[in-house]
């Protein structure tokens, strides 16, 4: 059992290129989340879908864009890189909207120069 | 919105003792709460969870500790081991907030052998 699965696990992007993050999670959960890990600054999220066929905005959506792909897979993609966006992801799920756990995936690390 | 803080940034322990992780939280809807820890290079992991109608919930060597009056909660670890390094977070989660996570910005916590 794999439970959430991020790839890649480690970038690098110079300013301006794109990329996208791909998650998938193989638990049936109904939500899936985006967040980003800054140091000081905890875990915020950037996008989020409650379940399948529906995708909304955290705290921090500027400069992302996300697409809820099937019930398994939400990718998180970088139009335009730019430094800001330096940081270590995570996507996240839960079983459905409600009060319950998220389990996280691995992580992924990016560069942008 | 949610604000959720932690009241130190790292907190240092001898092997054996007893620590005590604190988190503090700004919406008094917040009816859900969750410790995770977070081990260097890891994705977060859920150690044990506290609803509103509880103030104590132990689990193993864990116990969370829910103050709703003064908005806050406590993880206490008993027997610290050098294995519990890591970085705690709390959660806040509420019904009114569609139960998305709100976290705190995390205690790193080291145990010294």
Not at chain 2, 63 to 70: A, D, E, F, M
């Amino acid at each position: 059992n794999a439970g959430v699965t991020q790839t890649p696990k480690f970038q690098v992007l110079k300013t301006g290129q794109s990329m996208t993050l791909q998650c998938a999670q193989d638990m049936n959960h109904n939500s899936m989340y985006w967040y980003r890990q800054d140091p000081g600054m905890g875990l915020r999220l950037i996008y989020y879908s409650a379940s399948e066929g529906t995708t909304d905005k955290g705290e921090v959506p500027n400069g992302y864009n996300v697409s809820r792909l099937n019930k398994r897979e939400f990718s998180l993609r970088l139009e335009s890189a730019a430094p800001s966006q330096t940081s270590v992801y995570f996507c996240a799920s839960k079983e459905g909207a409600g009060a319950n756990v998220l389990t996280f995936g691995a992580g992924s690390r990016l560069t942008v120069l | 919105g949610e604000s959720v803080g932690l009241h130190l940034p790292t907190l240092s322990v001898q092997e054996g003792d007893n620590s005590i992780i604190n988190c503090a939280y700004s919406n008094s809807a917040s009816d859900y709460f969750i410790w995770y820890k977070q081990e260097s290079g890891k994705g977060p992991q859920f150690i044990i969870d506290i609803r509103s109608n509880m103030d104590k919930r132990q689990g193993q060597r864990v116990t969370v500790l829910l103050n709703k009056t003064v908005k806050h909660l406590s993880l206490q670890i008993a027997a610290t081991q050098p294995g519990d390094s890591a970085v705690y977070f709390c959660a806040a989660q509420s019904s009114g907030g569609s139960y998305i996570p709100t976290f705190g910005r995390g205690t790193s916590l080291i145990v010294h052998p």
